[in-house]
T-cell receptor, first 115, second 115 residues
Framework: AQKVTQAQTEISVVEKEDVTLDCVYETRDTTYYLFWYKQPPSGELVFLIRRNSFDEQNEISGRYSWNFQKSTSSFNFTITASQVVDSAVYFCALSPHTGGFKTIFGAGTRLFVKA | DGGITQSPKYLFRKEGQNVTLSCEQNLNHDAMYWYRQDPGQGLRLIYYSQIVNDFQKGDIAEGYSVSREKKESFPLTVTSAQKNPTAFYLC??????????????FGSGTRLTVV
């Protein structure tokens, strides 16, 4: 079965705190891609990052960083020094190479950053 | 700028009515998708299309219909057979269905409410 689990439904932090959003996935494919999307209140999902299954290097982009660990099937997302503008729903997604080329989305984590 | 345009932003449907949600893209993408978003459930795939005049059912196609007469356009009709249509509908595209490494480009969504 192909599945993405985001166990944290909602997270609330105070501005400048660091926060980690968890993502655990299941797939039998050896080739797959993982994604994170941000959905601000406007509704449109915005692509943040893509990772392929053969590249376990962590990535940092400004205040955002991603930790991909195949051993635990996790692709966690950390926001450092959070800001109010980071308030959004964040989705983790899996694109297996098989399975009809469907992308499987997690249920999302709603992040509230308070000033 | 290239992107996806969804209209209307808000739509109200009476019981027994069919309504059509518009999705237009100018990205020259072959693949287009319709997702439904309900609170706490992430995104669920309704229909997708790989090419003009072709479309496939997703996981929750019952009560919905689509057409793909032009590459740029992929309208979704919510029929009276859909018993619980109140949701947020997102249209997405990517270069091709088979290109699993690519993330989606999303529209800003249509919020449909049954009155």
């Amino acid at each position: 079965a192909q599945k993405v689990t985001q166990a944290q439904t909602e997270i609330s932090v105070v501005e400048k705190e660091d926060v980690t959003l968890d993502c655990v996935y299941e797939t039998r494919d050896t080739t797959y891609y993982l994604f994170w999307y941000k959905q601000p209140p406007s509704g449109e999902l915005v692509f943040l990052i893509r990772r392929n299954s053969f590249d376990e290097q962590n990535e940092i982009s400004g205040r955002y960083s991603w930790n991909f660990q195949k051993s635990t099937s996790s692709f966690n997302f950390t926001i450092t020094a959070s800001q109010v503008v980071d308030s959004a729903v964040y989705f983790c997604a899996l694109s297996p190479h098989t399975g009809g080329f469907k992308t499987i989305f997690g249920a999302g984590t709603r992040l509230f950053v308070k000033a | 700028d290239g992107g996806i345009t969804q209209s209307p932003k808000y739509l109200f449907r009476k019981e027994g009515q069919n309504v059509t949600l518009s999705c237009e893209q100018n990205l020259n993408h072959d693949a287009m998708y319709w997702y439904r978003q309900d609170p706490g459930q992430g995104l669920r795939l309704i229909y997708y299309s790989q090419i003009v005049n072709d479309f496939q059912k997703g996981d929750i196609a019952e009560g919905y219909s689509v057409s793909r007469e032009k590459k740029e356009s992929f309208p979704l009709t919510v029929t009276s057979a859909q018993k619980n249509p109140t949701a947020f509908y997102l249209c997405a595209s990517r270069v091709s269905v088979g290109d699993t490494r690519e993330g989606y480009t999303f529209g800003s969504g249509t919020r449909l409410t049954v009155v």
